[in-house]
C-alpha cells in the first residue's frame, strides 16, 4: 500500500505543477477506474495560489484522499496532506511540503503507516 501512496501522490504533485504552469479555470472531473472503482480531482487557481483535491474509492472499499495548496512564484512552494484507508479497516496518513527554485529545490514529509510509526523524510535536488 506504501508504493501505491507514492505513486498517487506523484500524480497529483504533476498534476499540481502542470496547472501552476498553465493559469486556467476552476477543472473538476470525475471517473470510473479500471477496476471498479471511482476518482475524483479538483483544481481551482485563485491568483498565484492553487489547491487541489483527489478522492479515489476502491471496488473492495478502500479510500484514498488529498489535499494540496501550491504557490506559485519565482520560488513554487506546496503542501500536501493525505491519508487513506484500505478494505480491512487499515489505514495510512502523510503530509509533504516542497519549495522548487529555479536551480534547486527540496521537499521535505512524513508517512505514518497502519501500526502509527511515523517515518520523516527530505530530498534535495539541482535542476
Same mark, same amino acid.
Given at each position: 500500500m506504501l508504493s501505491s501512496a507514492k505513486v498517487h501522490l506523484f500524480c497529483l504533485g504533476a498534476m499540481l505543477v502542470a496547472a501552476a504552469a498553465v493559469p486556467a %479555470? %476552476? /477543472? /473538476?472531473w470525475q471517473r470510473p477506474t479500471v477496476h471498479g472503482g471511482e476518482i475524483s480531482r479538483s483544481v481551482s487557481p485563485e491568483g498565484g495560489v492553487y489547491t487541489g483535491s483527489t478522492t479515489r474509492t476502491g471496488p473492495d472499499g478502500g479510500s484514498y484522499t488529498s +489535499? +494540496?495548496?501550491?504557490?506559485a512564484d519565482v520560488v513554487d512552494r506546496c503542501a500536501r496532506s493525505y491519508s487513506g484507508s484500505g478494505p480491512d479497516g487499515q489505514s495510512f496518513s502523510g503530509k509533504r511540503v516542497s519549495a522548487r527554485g529555479p536551480f534547486r529545490g527540496r521537499s521535505a514529509g512524513s508517512f505514518t503507516g497502519q501500526? @502509527?510509526?511515523?517515518?520523516? @523524510?527530505s530530498r534535495r535536488w539541482r535542476r
Open positions: %479555470a %476552476a /477543472e /473538476e +489535499s +494540496s495548496k501550491c504557490v501500526d @502509527g510509526n511515523t517515518v520523516f @523524510g
